[in-house]
Structure formats: C-alpha cells, structure tokens
C-alpha cells in the first residue's frame, strides 16, 4: 500500500514539474553556450563558444547555419567530390539556401547536313521518264553521320522539329536556240514541297535558290528531282560550280 502511495506522490510530483516549466522549455531546446536563451521562431538551437549558430525553424523546418566562419560553414557528407548525378547535387541559392540541383539539362548536337550534287550526271526527257532524282554524290557537312545517304539521294531527320531546307541545284542547258523548260522540285518524303523552273533558250548553267522553313517529323527525308516540261527533249549535264542540298535544324 505504501508503495502504490509513493509512485502516486512522484507522478504528481512530475506532473506538477512539467506544468510549471516554461513554454520555451517545453517548445524548444537549446544546446551548448548561452544556453538559456533562444531566438523566439527557432525549435532548435545549437551554439557554439564564438556564437555561431545552426537553428531549425519552428515553422518551416528549415535549418539554417549562421555566424561568421573563418572555413566552410557547412559540411555534408555521403556526397562524392565532384558528383555530377541529379540525386546528389546541392546548389546555394542566392539567398543562401542549400538545394538539390535541378537535372542537367542533355543538350543535343544540332542537326546540319549537306550533300553536294554530282556535277556530272545526265538528264534526258521529257519522256520516259517524267523526272528523275538528282543525284547527291558527295558529303560536304553531316553533324550526324549517316544522315546523308548517297544511295537514294536524300537526307534523313534525327527528330521532330522545324528545319530549314535549303537549295542551290542547277543544269547545264541544250545547245543554244533551243528552248527548254526544266523545273526542279524538292520533295519532303513523297511530297512536294518547292520548285525552281527554268525557261531557257541560251546555252550555260541554270539554277535558282531554293529555300523553306517546315516542320518535320523523325525520320522524314528531303531529296530533289528534275523534270522537263517542254516538248524539246532536253540533255544536259549537272553543273561545273559548287550546287548543294541542305537541311539545317532551327532552334
């Protein structure tokens, strides 16, 4: 019986303790020097001799480290040197705030290809056939390789976006006083999407510029073909000067 009495009086003993503490003391704690004070907003305070101080927010959470330091303020460790992966990286904001660091952002090598035209291929016409592929015989620029293919005389997309296709292809004319009518025509996939025509009774190089900004999907191509549309059959051969196909991605 006088021990129930004696476990009774010390539980009242510690209820009555607690309930004449202070609210900061029940609310908040404090480690280290200058211990019996605490800042108001903190729930956590840890202090040291010189007065720096690591604190946690009684609102947010946030733990804050202040003071002035002769080194680095802040140590964390289980992060290698150097660690570059989005799961480990810390940023300081502006404000001083210490943060896991957005993802990097994967920055993709623009698409540019170019293709030289064969300065020596034949066309006859107008019939058969009604056109035919100019042919692209050479490289002169691919950003990536084997986007230009030579075989079927056309130039692959990697991915959606816009592009702007370019074009400075020509012919050589029949022999002069014959009137000719030749068109070249660019073609995304089995589309047309362009042309430059020619009327010509003078013998030399005709070509035009060529040039159209569209949206293309992955894999799409862009390649050109010749047509004669006049009655006079025409023959002639590709041109002696620099004539290319182009298809740059715009960002």
């Known amino acids: 019986m006088k021990t129930n009495q004696f476990s009774l009086f010390l539980a009242g003993l510690m209820l009555a303790l607690l309930t004449t503490l ?138 959606d976006g816009y592009y702007q296709v370019n074009g400075t292809l020509g012919v050589t004319d029949a022999p002069a006083g014959q009137t000719i009518s030749t068109c070249i025509y660019y073609k995304r996939n089995t589309t047309y999407i362009g042309e430059n025509c020619i009327r010509s009774h003078t013998n030399g190089r005709q070509s035009g510029s060529f040039s159209i900004v569209l949206y293309l999907n992955a894999n799409d191509t862009i390649s050109a073909v010749l047509a004669n549309s006049f009655a006079n059959t025409l023959t002639s051969k590709g041109v002696t000067s620099p004539s290319m196909l182009q298809v740059i991605e715009l960002r």
């Open 22 to 159: 202070p609210n900061a003391a029940r609310a908040q704690v404090k480690i280290g020097t200058n211990h019996n004070t605490i800042g108001p907003s903190s729930n956590l305070e840890v202090e040291a001799a010189n007065g720096n101080k690591v604190t946690i927010d009684k609102t947010t959470g946030a733990v804050s480290v202040s003071g002035t330091f002769a080194g680095d303020p802040l140590q964390v460790t289980g992060v290698k040197e150097g660690q570059t992966s989005a799961a480990q990286t810390l940023m300081i904001t502006a404000d001083g705030y210490v943060q896991k660091a957005p993802a990097a952002v994967s920055l993709q090598t623009r698409f540019i290809a170019s293709a030289n035209q064969n300065p020596s291929q034949t066309y006859t016409g107008p019939t058969p056939p009604p056109y035919i592929t100019i042919d692209l015989s050479s490289i002169d620029f691919e950003s990536y390789p084997g986007s230009v293919d030579l075989t079927n005389n056309l130039i692959k997309v990697p991915r």
